[in-house]
């Protein structure tokens, strides 16, 4: 046998070797996910479901005393058992169906290598995730009881922990438009439970002068929903406990990062309809102008938030989608929540 064919039995031997540590390596990884994600876990209803959106996602029926009824949340379980969660909170206009954050992004597949447990609550539209007063809507017939706070703070941490294995104090809070407002308001209300809060184009000064007619407006434009019935009268102390200008304290200490674009259209806006794109700059607009303030207002007060400003970017998901990509890394550092 020539030195040849030996020389070239060997190199194949070991491609077929390195080939083999490969593919172990691989069936490991795949191994790892399926210890964590592959069973459905338990529900209200007996066991969650299968989401079409695929990347492990369940849908699981939460009880909930406070509202009386069932709440489903879309729960993506972190890659290696880890007990870091990150809950992910919707806009104004958040539907029965899904969390936007797989519909519009899909936030699923963006965390799909991490050791955290994406949390998506469904529904809630116009809620701003608060406790209400009052029946949201003026129908009479068809009641809806908003008890949102109570809902993600009291009741399912313990079904995430017990299910899931997440800890009740291990957790990161995000949100866009509305979802930012109450991103902020929920970790400064509850520090014990969230150690990271993210607002993407947030709303950060609801009870300044104009802020409540806006407001109104917007609320009746979403559903018909009621603004006096979420905290009482205008002059309610529950109005300005919930709005995060004054709202604050509890975020000392705490990694937070807060952004809006300028209302200009960016690249990825250039088939947005001009209806569309007129109503994405007003709405950044406003939400630029609130973020600002309210990071003046908490560099003042020893909170120290990280601030990001894009020259560009609408009230879209164009914008969303970018700073949930751009502040992976962030959350997973924060959290230690890398899959490696």
């Known amino acids: 046998m020539s030195v040849i064919t030996v020389a070239r039995r060997r190199i194949v031997a070991l491609i077929a070797a390195i080939a083999t540590a490969v593919s ?32 492990w996602v369940q849908r699981c029926d939460v009880w909930s005393q406070a509202t009386g009824s069932n709440i489903t949340v879309q729960i993506q379980p972190a890659k290696n058992g880890g007990n870091a969660g990150l809950y992910l909170l919707d806009g104004l206009r958040a539907t029965d169906r899904t969390n936007a954050w797989l519909y519009d992004v899909n936030a699923a597949k963006t965390y799909v290598n991490d050791n955290i447990t994406l949390v998506m609550p469904i529904g809630g539209a116009g809620s701003f995730y608060a406790d209400w007063d009052a029946p949201a809507t003026y129908d009479v017939n068809n009641p809806v009881n908003y008890q949102w706070e109570t809902f993600l703070t009291s009741e399912l941490p313990a079904y995430l922990q017990r299910n899931f294995g997440v800890s009740p104090t291990n957790n990161s809070i995000a949100g866009l438009s509305m979802g930012g407002t109450a991103a902020l308001n929920l970790a400064a209300k509850h520090p014990a439970q969230f150690r990271q809060a993210l607002s993407y184009s ?75 794109q007129a109503s994405g700059a007003a709405l950044e607009v406003l939400a630029n102008a609130s973020t600002r ?6 560099h003042a007060e020893g909170v120290g938030p990280t601030e990001n400003y894009p020259p560009f970017g609408l009230h879209n998901w164009n914008q969303f989608g970018y700073q949930l990509e751009q502040t992976r890394p962030r959350v997973l550092n924060t959290m230690n929540a890398w899959g490696w």
């Open 293 to 298: 303030l309210w990071a003046l207002k908490a």
């Open 24 to 55: 172990l390596m691989v069936v490991g990884a795949a191994s790892a996910d399926a210890a964590n994600r592959d069973g459905l876990r338990a529900d209200a209803t007996g066991t969650c479901e299968w989401d079409p959106v695929k990347y």
């Open 202 to 276: 947030g709303y950060l000064t609801t009870t300044l002068p104009g802020a409540q007619t806006i407001l109104r407006f917007a609320l009746l434009d979403a559903g018909g929903f009621n603004l006096n019935a979420m905290y009482g009268s205008l002059i309610s102390p529950r109005r300005f406990e919930n709005d995060p200008f004054l709202n604050m304290g509890g975020l000392r200490g705490k990694d937070v990062y807060v952004s809006a674009g300028t209302g200009s259209p960016s690249r990825a806006d250039a088939n947005v309809k001009p209806e569309h």
